[in-house]
């Protein structure tokens, strides 16, 4: 089992920033890739973005590529989304998820809100 636990969830406003972050605990040592989904109001969750554990590749969706990055700290099995240049439509809770081996397993975590202002 993994358990995920996600922080950095908040307000800004069009135009800022803000960072999730996605602490991973438990069976971590199988771990193939980490990410994130979203899901806004009445909306089907989306993929946001990936990254592989070995490796670091990463992969994102077309509406966040060149504002969202997503990076991973091996060590503390944590896995970060920088947001940049938020939008509006960027509005929804994110869910961070992990894979473990070779995505055989997956996880989520609980969500956490991200309300971006016009």
């Known amino acids: 089992q993994v358990q995920l636990v996600e922080s950095g969830g908040g307000l800004a406003q069009a135009g800022g920033s803000l960072r999730l972050s996605c602490a991973a605990s438990?069976?971590?040592?199988?771990?193939?890739?980490m990410g994130w989904f979203r899901q806004a109001p009445g909306k089907e969750r989306e993929f946001v973005a990936r990254?592989?554990?070995?490796?670091?590749?990463?992969y994102y969706a077309d509406s966040v590529k060149g504002r969202f990055t997503i990076s991973r700290d091996g060590a503390k099995n944590t896995v970060y989304l920088q947001m940049s240049s938020l939008k509006p439509e960027d509005t929804a809770v994110y869910y961070c998820?992990?894979?473990?081996?070779?995505?055989?397993?997956?996880?989520w975590g609980e969500g956490t809100q991200v309300t971006v202002s016009s």
């Open positions: 998820y992990a894979l473990t081996r070779f995505g055989v397993d997956h996880y």
């Open positions: 990254i592989r554990w070995s490796g670091g590749n990463t």
């Open positions: 438990g069976r971590t040592f199988s771990m193939y890739a």
